[in-house]
């Protein structure tokens, strides 16, 4: 790692919420997902730009699709959903969507700036 190596943890500002265990009404559930999301947003756009960076990196195009890495970021999400409190149900189906959206993200970036 070099010059601009991001501080951890990742400090993402949330918006103010309810508790979900506090929630009495859905316009507090609906507030308290939308700044969640907001926040998800944040970190999704962030993770995109290390695709930017793999399709920088990458030696060829045909290492973009990656079954092996796939299945080790798969593993390693269902690994850290559990102690979160995170269904296995929604993570591994979002991450493999997010997975596959990102590997279209980086080959589009690739014949962008590499063909
Ligand atoms: O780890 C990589 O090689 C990536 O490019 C990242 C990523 C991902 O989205 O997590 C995307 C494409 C690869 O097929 C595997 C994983």
Redesign the pocket.
């Known amino acids: 790692m070099s010059a601009e190596v991001k501080d951890a943890p990742v400090a993402i500002a949330v918006d103010a919420r309810v508790a979900p265990e506090a929630c009495a009404s859905m316009a507090e559930v609906r507030h308290g997902v939308d700044a969640l999301d907001r926040a998800l947003v944040v970190l999704l756009a962030e993770?995109q730009r290390?695709?930017d960076a793999?399709a920088r990196i990458?030696p060829s195009r045909d290492?973009?699709?990656?079954?092996a890495?796939?299945e080790d970021?798969v593993q390693k999400v269902l690994a850290a959903a559990g102690p979160a409190g995170l269904s296995p149900a929604i993570a591994e189906p979002v991450w493999r969507t997010?997975?596959d959206r990102?590997?279209a993200h980086?080959l589009a970036a690739w014949d962008r700036t590499r063909t």
């Open positions: 993770r290390y695709m793999a990458k290492v973009v699709h990656d079954d890495r796939i970021v997010l997975i990102c590997i980086e």
